[in-house]
């Protein structure tokens, strides 16, 4: 009876257990990646953004970084130059030494000769003099007040210009991507100077409007909408960048939380190592195509180096916290290296 009753009924077999898909944790990882790339992408825009906002369009940030450039020695050979020249073309030196020559020399056959054999020599020997006390000034600690003065009067210009307004003032920046600093300032103070040394023809030389080229790029004009949307996204920037980063990880299969910080701080790593690259690319071309205004490679080379700089520093900061918290999220994994290269750091700490 009871085989009669198993043959109707058979024996149910046990359940097999069901595997789960492994398409779920395949579309994690997907999502885990687009948003580890996002927030590389965020990090380096934030860089920009709080570079841009707190240097280029801050006037106490602007002043603070183009101090730099009044110590540089090619920067100030380029200005006493500049200064010189400006002052010098205005005088006419070479006409107003032959006309003493005329007044001192008398009557005689030998006067012209003489007056045109000595003009030329005495009027460089007070171009060299205008040389030396305009060096002399720009060496002077009054001068790094005259350059902190003029750009924290002409960085209101800067911003203007950047932000797509056009008016006029000390700093200028136009469509042909030229950055220029009011040299009256310096050259009025350089005309004080040459008259307390005795040199009364500085006189006649008449309120110059004379411009100092900071840079020259045609990019730079094209470049005012990128700066204002960077600006207005320096705020918001970072902590997209947080969400993003944030979301990255949570995201992440439980099991592999530590490998996506890993691959987190790997990705802000790289990110900053191409923003690094990136400003070095635009360094060489900058200075490979430098405008005219810009006779001086290693003046040029200064500036743009003095306008970076903070850029610089936060790539550099934003690099090694990435590169730690890959390093500590590796070191707290579970892997057999890990564990190793864990226990070899404590033995070296602990010597």
Not at 25 to 37: D, G, N, S
Not at 228 to 237: K, V
Not at 253 to 268: C, D, Y
Request: overall charge neutral.
């Amino acid at each position: 009876m009871d085989e009669k009753a198993d043959a109707e009924h058979p024996t149910a077999e046990p359940d097999r257990p069901v595997r789960p898909s492994p398409w779920p944790r395949r579309l994690r990882w997907t999502a885990v990646v687009v948003l580890l790339i996002v927030t590389g992408v965020l990090a380096g825009a934030s860089v920009l953004a709080r570079t841009a906002h707190s240097t280029l369009l801050d006037t106490d940030g602007y002043v603070d970084t183009v101090a730099p450039v009044a110590a540089d020695p090619a920067v100030r050979a380029a200005l006493a130059d500049r200064v010189t020249d400006e002052i010098v073309t205005r005088i006419d030196l070479e006409s107003i030494v032959a006309q003493a020559l005329t007044e001192v020399a008398g009557e005689g056959q030998r006067r012209e000769r003489v007056i045109a054999g000595l003009s030329p020599v005495l009027a460089d020997q007070a171009t060299d003099f205008v040389h030396e006390t305009v060096t002399t000034l720009i060496e002077s600690e009054e001068f790094e007040d005259l350059w902190a003065g003029a750009n924290r009067a002409a960085h209101g210009q800067v911003v203007a210009v950047l932000t797509g307004q056009t008016r006029s003032g000390a700093v200028e920046i136009d469509d042909t991507g030229t950055i220029s600093v009011s040299l009256a300032p310096i050259i009025d103070r350089a005309k004080a100077r040459l008259l307390e040394r005795g040199f009364v023809f500085a006189d006649r030389v008449p309120r110059v409007q004379a411009q100092f080229v900071l840079m020259q790029s045609a990019e730079l004009a094209k470049a005012r909408r990128a700066v204002d949307a960077l600006d207005r996204a320096a705020a918001i920037l970072p902590w997209l960048t947080l969400l993003s980063a944030a979301a990255a990880i949570a995201l992440a299969p439980k099991s592999s939380r530590l490998r996506a910080i890993v691959a987190l701080g790997l990705v802000g790593t790289a990110s900053m190592a191409l923003l690094a690259l990136a400003t070095r690319l635009a360094r060489a071309y900058y200075l490979d195509h430098r405008g005219p205004a810009l006779r001086s490679p290693e003046a040029a080379a200064a500036i743009f180096d003095a306008l970076t700089a903070p850029l610089w520093q936060r790539v550099w900061t934003v690099f090694v916290l990435a590169l730690l918290v890959a390093v500590g999220a590796y070191l707290a994994g579970g892997s057999s290296p890990a564990r190793a290269l864990s226990r070899r750091f404590t033995a070296m700490t602990q010597k």
